[in-house]
């Protein structure tokens, strides 16, 4: 059993550039999290789904974009990369309402140059 | 919205000293859970603990223990004959059930001398 696996788990891009990050969970949860870590700042919220077919803003979502058109899928988009956007990004599903705990990913370490 | 404080940044304790973490939580709802999780060094985040706020009976599990205090609004957590296995960031968190988002305290990072 996976759980929760986050692809990739490093990535250099160059400023400008565009690249998604893919979170896949084996669980049948149905909401799924997008967080960044900085240095300092804790997990932030960047965007999250409560269903298939379903996108919602966290608290830090600007220059990012999300797709939810598999369940088990939840994919984070950086359509033009920028240095700001270097960070340590983690994916977490929880099955389903507040109540049971989220699972995470392994973290995937973005470094935009 | 939810919201949680975890003031102390970082905290540095001797091995086997008992130490407590700090959080102190916000919300509207009359029904809500609270969450611990940890990072170590590795980089993962790791589920602790989930309290529900109907139920104020302190918990204990082995050296960990929590203290829920509704009237004070905090979940603090106390780790008694502290361990190096220990030093980790803790995250303390409110999931909001009006809007469903899961929104994470920014931390303490706990180091355990040895």
């Known amino acids: 059993n996976a759980g929760v696996t986050q692809t990739p788990k490093f990535r250099v891009l160059k400023t400008g550039q565009s690249m998604t990050l893919l979170c896949a969970q084996d669980?049948?949860?149905?909401?799924m999290y997008w967080y960044r870590q900085d240095p300092g700042m804790g997990l932030r919220l960047i965007h999250y789904?409560?269903?298939?077919?379903?996108?919602a803003k966290g608290e830090v979502p600007d220059g990012y974009n999300v797709s939810r058109l598999k369940k088990q899928n939840f994919l984070l988009g950086l359509e033009s990369a920028a240095p700001s956007q270097t960070s340590v990004y983690f994916c977490?599903?929880?099955?389903?309402?507040?109540?049971?705990?989220?699972?995470f990913g392994q973290g995937t370490r973005l470094t935009v140059v | 919205a939810q919201k949680v404080t975890q003031a102390q940044t970082e905290i540095s304790v001797v091995e086997k000293e008992d130490v407590t973490l700090d959080c102190v939580y916000e919300t509207r709802d009359t029904t809500y859970y609270l969450f611990w999780y940890k990072q170590p060094p590795s980089g993962e985040l790791v589920f602790l603990i989930r309290?529900?706020?109907?139920?104020?009976q302190n918990e204990i599990s082995g050296r960990y223990s929590w203290n829920f205090q509704k009237s004070t609004s905090s979940f603090n957590f106390t780790i008694t004959a502290s361990q190096v296995v220990d030093s980790a960031v803790y995250f303390c968190a409110p999931p909001d059930f009006g809007n469903e988002k899961l929104t994470f305290g920014t931390g303490t990072r706990l180091t355990i001398i040895p």
């Open positions: 309290r529900n706020s109907f139920d104020e």
């Open positions: 789904s409560v269903g298939e077919g379903t996108t």
């Open positions: 977490a599903s929880i099955a389903g309402g507040a109540g049971p705990e989220a699972f």
């Open positions: 669980m049948n949860h149905e909401y």
